[in-house]
Protein backbone atom coordinates (compact mmCIF):
# COMPACT_ATOMS: atom_id res chain seq x y z
CA UNK A 1 0.00 0.00 0.00
CA UNK A 2 1.39 3.24 -0.96
CA UNK A 3 2.87 5.47 1.94
CA UNK A 4 0.17 8.08 1.31
CA UNK A 5 -2.90 5.94 1.77
CA UNK A 6 -1.38 4.60 4.97
CA UNK A 7 -1.03 8.02 6.15
CA UNK A 8 -4.84 8.84 5.34
CA UNK A 9 -6.09 5.90 6.69
CA UNK A 10 -4.10 6.43 9.84
CA UNK A 11 -5.60 10.64 10.04
CA UNK A 12 -8.77 9.19 9.47
CA UNK A 13 -8.63 6.41 12.51
CA UNK A 14 -6.77 9.38 14.59
CA UNK A 15 -9.63 11.72 13.58
CA UNK A 16 -12.92 9.49 14.50
CA UNK A 17 -11.01 7.87 17.81
CA UNK A 18 -10.81 11.16 19.33
CA UNK A 19 -14.25 12.53 17.71
CA UNK A 20 -16.02 9.49 19.62
CA UNK A 21 -13.66 9.81 22.63
CA UNK A 22 -15.66 10.57 25.55
CA UNK A 23 -16.31 9.98 29.69
CA UNK A 24 -18.67 6.94 29.65
CA UNK A 25 -21.82 7.78 31.07
CA UNK A 26 -22.65 7.20 34.64
CA UNK A 27 -24.49 4.82 36.32
CA UNK A 28 -24.34 6.14 39.93
CA UNK A 29 -25.14 9.39 41.51
CA UNK A 30 -21.56 9.23 43.18
CA UNK A 31 -18.89 6.64 42.93
CA UNK A 32 -16.28 7.54 45.67
CA UNK A 33 -12.46 5.79 44.09
CA UNK A 34 -10.97 3.48 46.49
CA UNK A 35 -7.82 3.23 45.18
CA UNK A 36 -6.78 -0.19 46.65
CA UNK A 37 -10.07 -2.08 45.14
CA UNK A 38 -9.26 -4.70 42.64
CA UNK A 39 -12.77 -4.03 40.84
CA UNK A 40 -13.87 -1.16 38.77
CA UNK A 41 -17.55 -0.69 37.98
CA UNK A 42 -19.59 1.78 36.98
CA UNK A 43 -23.31 0.13 38.25
CA UNK A 44 -23.27 -2.67 39.99
CA UNK A 45 -20.86 -6.22 39.48
CA UNK A 46 -23.13 -8.88 38.21
CA UNK A 47 -24.01 -11.95 40.29
CA UNK A 48 -22.40 -15.39 38.93
CA UNK A 49 -24.34 -16.56 35.95
CA UNK A 50 -25.46 -20.26 37.36
CA UNK A 51 -27.27 -18.07 40.08
CA UNK A 52 -29.69 -15.85 37.20
CA UNK A 53 -32.75 -17.40 37.42
CA UNK A 54 -36.34 -15.56 35.38
CA UNK A 55 -37.39 -13.35 38.59
CA UNK A 56 -34.32 -11.43 37.75
CA UNK A 57 -36.14 -9.75 34.60
CA UNK A 58 -39.71 -9.75 36.04
CA UNK A 59 -41.62 -7.23 37.99
CA UNK A 60 -45.27 -7.23 38.43
CA UNK A 61 -44.81 -3.55 40.52
CA UNK A 62 -46.19 -1.14 38.05
CA UNK A 63 -49.48 -3.42 37.73
CA UNK A 64 -51.78 -1.81 40.26
CA UNK A 65 -52.37 2.23 41.08
CA UNK A 66 -49.96 4.00 43.64
CA UNK A 67 -51.75 5.04 46.89
CA UNK A 68 -51.49 8.80 45.12
CA UNK A 69 -54.05 10.50 47.40
CA UNK A 70 -51.76 9.71 50.29
CA UNK A 71 -49.04 11.97 49.40
CA UNK A 72 -48.62 15.75 49.67
CA UNK A 73 -48.21 16.14 46.18
CA UNK A 74 -51.12 14.54 45.13
CA UNK A 75 -48.47 11.80 43.09
CA UNK A 76 -47.04 8.75 43.35
CA UNK A 77 -43.93 7.33 40.99
CA UNK A 78 -43.53 3.49 41.49
CA UNK A 79 -39.95 2.74 39.76
CA UNK A 80 -39.08 -0.53 38.05
CA UNK A 81 -35.34 0.47 37.60
CA UNK A 82 -32.26 -1.90 38.32
CA UNK A 83 -32.79 -1.53 41.80
CA UNK A 84 -36.29 -3.57 41.26
CA UNK A 85 -35.63 -5.62 38.25
CA UNK A 86 -31.70 -6.75 38.68
CA UNK A 87 -31.71 -7.84 35.02
CA UNK A 88 -31.49 -3.94 33.90
CA UNK A 89 -27.94 -3.67 35.06
CA UNK A 90 -25.94 -2.80 32.07
CA UNK A 91 -28.75 -2.50 29.72
CA UNK A 92 -30.15 1.75 29.64
CA UNK A 93 -33.27 0.94 30.54
CA UNK A 94 -36.01 1.28 33.11
CA UNK A 95 -39.82 2.72 33.66
CA UNK A 96 -42.19 4.05 36.13
CA UNK A 97 -45.32 4.37 36.74
CA UNK A 98 -46.98 7.58 37.86
CA UNK A 99 -50.03 7.83 39.72
CA UNK A 100 -52.04 11.61 40.16
CA UNK A 101 -55.35 12.27 42.34
CA UNK A 102 -57.19 14.87 41.09
CA UNK A 103 -55.40 17.89 41.44
CA UNK A 104 -51.80 16.06 41.89
CA UNK A 105 -48.96 17.34 40.68
CA UNK A 106 -45.46 15.34 40.24
CA UNK A 107 -43.65 18.45 41.11
CA UNK A 108 -40.72 19.73 39.02
CA UNK A 109 -37.28 17.53 38.96
CA UNK A 110 -34.70 16.45 36.70
CA UNK A 111 -33.18 13.14 35.74
CA UNK A 112 -29.60 13.46 35.24
CA UNK A 113 -29.22 10.46 33.72
CA UNK A 114 -31.96 9.89 31.05
CA UNK A 115 -34.25 11.11 28.90
CA UNK A 116 -38.10 10.21 29.54
CA UNK A 117 -41.21 9.18 27.33
CA UNK A 118 -44.44 9.20 28.96
CA UNK A 119 -47.57 7.80 27.77
CA UNK A 120 -50.39 8.33 29.33
CA UNK A 121 -52.83 5.73 30.68
CA UNK A 122 -56.00 7.54 32.34
CA UNK A 123 -56.82 10.85 32.62
CA UNK A 124 -55.46 14.11 31.04
CA UNK A 125 -52.13 15.55 32.50
CA UNK A 126 -50.60 19.52 31.83
CA UNK A 127 -46.86 18.71 31.26
CA UNK A 128 -43.99 20.68 30.33
CA UNK A 129 -40.48 20.97 30.59
CA UNK A 130 -38.08 24.17 30.56
CA UNK A 131 -35.03 24.81 28.18
CA UNK A 132 -31.53 25.41 29.89
CA UNK A 133 -32.72 29.18 27.49
CA UNK A 134 -35.18 28.86 30.14
CA UNK A 135 -38.19 28.54 27.34
CA UNK A 136 -40.78 26.73 29.10
CA UNK A 137 -42.46 24.14 26.46
CA UNK A 138 -45.43 22.83 27.78
CA UNK A 139 -48.84 20.97 26.67
CA UNK A 140 -51.98 19.63 28.06
CA UNK A 141 -51.71 15.61 26.92
CA UNK A 142 -54.57 12.83 27.66
CA UNK A 143 -55.30 9.24 27.15
CA UNK A 144 -53.13 7.50 24.62
CA UNK A 145 -51.06 10.70 23.85
CA UNK A 146 -47.05 10.62 24.46
CA UNK A 147 -44.74 13.66 25.79
CA UNK A 148 -41.13 13.73 25.89
CA UNK A 149 -38.77 15.50 28.44
CA UNK A 150 -35.10 15.50 27.63
CA UNK A 151 -31.81 14.30 29.66
CA UNK A 152 -31.89 16.43 32.42
CA UNK A 153 -34.02 19.55 32.03
CA UNK A 154 -36.54 20.21 34.67
CA UNK A 155 -39.93 19.10 34.33
CA UNK A 156 -43.69 18.43 35.94
CA UNK A 157 -46.77 17.03 35.16
CA UNK A 158 -49.71 18.61 36.67
CA UNK A 159 -53.27 16.40 36.88
CA UNK A 160 -56.15 18.91 37.01
CA UNK A 161 -58.76 17.19 36.25
CA UNK A 162 -61.61 15.93 39.32
CA UNK A 163 -60.66 12.62 38.59
CA UNK A 164 -57.61 10.24 38.64
CA UNK A 165 -54.99 10.20 35.76
CA UNK A 166 -51.78 7.50 35.28
CA UNK A 167 -49.03 7.45 33.12
CA UNK A 168 -46.02 4.75 32.29
CA UNK A 169 -42.63 6.43 31.97
CA UNK A 170 -39.99 5.13 30.09
CA UNK A 171 -35.83 6.38 30.50
CA UNK A 172 -32.81 5.75 28.68
CA UNK A 173 -30.90 4.70 31.82
CA UNK A 174 -30.95 1.44 34.37
CA UNK A 175 -31.48 4.37 36.84
CA UNK A 176 -32.52 7.41 35.43
CA UNK A 177 -32.22 9.35 39.10
CA UNK A 178 -34.40 11.78 40.12
CA UNK A 179 -33.92 15.09 41.51
CA UNK A 180 -37.13 17.40 43.27
CA UNK A 181 -36.05 20.80 42.44
CA UNK A 182 -38.26 21.74 46.03
CA UNK A 183 -37.05 18.97 47.87
CA UNK A 184 -33.42 19.39 46.97
CA UNK A 185 -33.04 22.74 47.75
CA UNK A 186 -35.37 22.86 50.76
CA UNK A 187 -35.38 19.34 52.30
CA UNK A 188 -31.43 18.31 51.98
CA UNK A 189 -29.60 16.45 54.60
CA UNK A 190 -27.80 18.45 55.94
CA UNK A 191 -29.91 21.11 55.15
CA UNK A 192 -28.93 24.10 52.81
CA UNK A 193 -28.61 27.53 54.62
CA UNK A 194 -30.94 29.71 54.63
CA UNK A 195 -28.53 32.74 53.60
CA UNK A 196 -28.00 30.59 50.03
CA UNK A 197 -32.01 30.52 49.72
CA UNK A 198 -33.01 33.92 51.00
CA UNK A 199 -30.34 35.20 48.65
CA UNK A 200 -31.22 32.99 45.66
CA UNK A 201 -34.79 33.16 45.88
CA UNK A 202 -34.87 36.66 47.19
CA UNK A 203 -37.00 35.99 49.85
CA UNK A 204 -36.57 36.43 53.91
CA UNK A 205 -35.24 33.62 56.58
CA UNK A 206 -38.92 33.23 57.49
CA UNK A 207 -39.73 32.37 54.04
CA UNK A 208 -37.07 30.13 54.03
CA UNK A 209 -37.77 28.46 57.15
CA UNK A 210 -41.41 27.97 56.41
CA UNK A 211 -41.03 26.38 52.71
CA UNK A 212 -38.18 23.93 55.02
CA UNK A 213 -40.98 22.87 57.40
CA UNK A 214 -43.73 22.30 55.50
CA UNK A 215 -41.20 20.03 52.83
CA UNK A 216 -39.87 17.68 55.37
CA UNK A 217 -39.87 14.31 54.84
CA UNK A 218 -43.00 12.96 57.20
CA UNK A 219 -41.76 10.68 60.03
C1 LIG B 1 -42.19 11.42 35.63
O1 LIG B 1 -41.77 12.51 35.28
C2 LIG B 1 -41.30 10.44 36.23
O2 LIG B 1 -40.14 10.81 36.41
O3 LIG B 1 -41.70 9.31 36.51
MN1 LIG C 1 -39.57 12.61 35.27
Not at 42 to 56: H, L, Q, R, S
Not at 100 to 112: E, S
Not at 127 to 138: M, Q, R, S
Request: with cysteine.
Amino acid sequence: MATSSLVTIFSFLFLVSSNLAADPDMLQDICVADLNAGVRVNGFACKPAANVTEADFFFQGLAKPGAATNTTMGSLVTAANVEKIPGLNTLGVSMSRVDYAPGGLNPPHTHPRATEIVFVLEGTLDVGFITTANKLIAKTITKGDVFVFPRGLVHFQKNNADVPAAALAAFNSQLPGTQSLAATLFAATPSVPDHVLTKAFQIGTKEVEKIKSRLQPKK
